[in-house]
């Protein structure tokens, strides 16, 4: 079954309606096995990140992935169609190794891209999505992302979203040594953002977090203390910065909370910056005077400060994918031959038993061994030539000289004078 890639991500679609699409990770599972019914589909493994949200699948049909993609989301397709890229065969295996390294994401070269990839990859096997083809794949495409960043510079001078909400913060207030900063969530990204403030010596660093043992978990590795996701809207008001990330399938923080807390704050300014994909805090934020609203769009601009001297790097890796794309293809391609060497192996065996049966009876009869090895050899021998040797004999003028090559070269034979 042909392989594609199909998605949505930062280079086709604005966050707007990157958010429309994204996938809530406690129901990858149930849209996994969704996507196997009566879509086409054979094997399949969902990505769904901040920057985007990708299919990795085989099936006869892109275009019903497209639209399962936007049924799911209970969305037209009319309204993700203009975002959406399908990449088939050659095109979808470039892409997936140029994801895992980096070479794709909003932040050049960033690292979190593999991990998420991997999560991706062991959803789906967990799932039984996974299949040969598409197993085979992600082995293959960690292995690239894995060579090129041990053999290439693509991780070198990289802005993280995590620095730049730090460089942002910046230029807002003079120190942020003098500022009280809440992280909301407890993930890889706000661990990143924590020890990035954390080395800032901010004021006070706090996390808050729906289970509060991760927050306490992560909090004790910067001396900052916790709070409960649900009195964040009456704290809002002690913070000057405030970071959130968390899979909430809806904002955590709204409108009228932040006014709320501009109120008592007496309109002193506060940085918000939100990572999170669908999005933590509700978009009119950005409206209000006293608030500076940044989302990973937003951060974007800053993290391509680094990229022109990466640019060497982006050329070899480059060249490494393109290597491994192509052996890839020779891999999949060599499949298609299995059932033949299995069935030529089969015929092979068959006639080995057949002579090592007859040769056990001529022993049990008490022939010399000398001679039952003789005709068992010679009984090999004319069982495996008579297919070729009556192919050619058969064979008219103009199939005999290909026969003769094919032959030559199978068995390495040298050119006949």
């Excluded at 968390?246 to 709204?254: D, E, F, K, M, Q």
Aim: aromatic letters at 6%; glycine letters at 6%; hydrophobic letters at 45%.
């Amino acid at each position: 079954m042909p392989l594609f890639a199909l998605g949505i991500n930062h280079h086709t679609a604005p966050l707007a309606v990157r958010e429309l699409v994204a996938f809530d990770p406690a129901k990858l599972n149930f849209a996994l096995h969704d996507l196997l019914r009566g879509h086409g589909v054979e094997e399949a493994a969902l990505l769904s990140t901040c920057n985007r949200t990708e299919l990795y699948c085989t099936a006869t049909e892109p275009q019903a992935a497209a639209q399962w993609l936007a049924k799911f989301h209970a969305l037209p397709l009319e309204k993700i169609q203009p975002y959406l890229y399908q990449y088939p065969q050659q095109d979808a295996v470039r892409h997936i190794f140029r994801v895992a390294a980096g070479l794709d994401s909003m932040v050049l070269g960033e690292p979190q891209i593999l991990g998420q990839m991997k999560q991706a990859a062991r959803i789906a096997e967990e799932a039984g999505t996974l299949g040969k083809l598409l197993g085979k794949l992600f082995q293959r495409t960690f292995s690239v992302a894995k060579e090129v960043r041990s053999t290439t510079a693509i991780g070198a001078n990289t802005v993280s979203m995590a620095a730049a909400a730090v460089q942002l913060s910046a230029r807002i207030f003079e120190s942020i040594a003098a500022q009280r900063v809440l992280c909301i969530g407890a993930g890889e990204m706000i661990a990143l953002c924590a020890a990035h403030f954390a080395g800032q010596h901010p004021r006070q660093l706090t996390i808050a977090n729906r289970t509060l043992l991760n927050a306490e978990n992560l909090a004790s590795r910067f001396s900052g203390d916790v709070l409960r996701l649900e009195d964040v809207a009456e704290r809002l008001a002690d913070y000057d910065i405030v970071v959130a990330c968390t899979a909430s399938p809806l904002p955590v923080i709204g409108l009228g909370m932040v006014e709320r807390a501009l109120k008592i704050r007496r309109h002193r300014p506060m940085v918000m910056v939100d990572l999170a994909i669908p999005r933590d805090i509700e978009s009119e934020v950005a409206q209000l005077d006293d608030v500076f609203l940044y989302t990973v769009d937003d951060l974007g601009k800053i993290i391509e400060s680094g990229l022109e001297s990466r640019q060497a790097a982006v050329i070899e890796a480059e060249a490494i994918i393109d290597g491994h794309v192509q052996d890839f293809l020779h891999w999949q391609a060599a499949r298609k031959t299995v059932p033949t060497i299995r069935a030529l192996r089969d015929a092979a065996d068959r006639m080995r038993r057949h002579e090592v049966e007859h040769a056990l009876k001529l022993l049990a009869r008490g022939d010399a061994p000398e001679q039952v090895l003789e005709a068992l050899s010679l009984g090999l021998t004319n069982k495996f030539l008579h297919a070729p040797t009556q192919a050619l004999n058969q064979a008219n003028s103009a199939e005999r000289a290909d026969l003769t090559a094919l032959i030559a070269r199978l068995y390495h034979l040298s050119s006949p004078e």
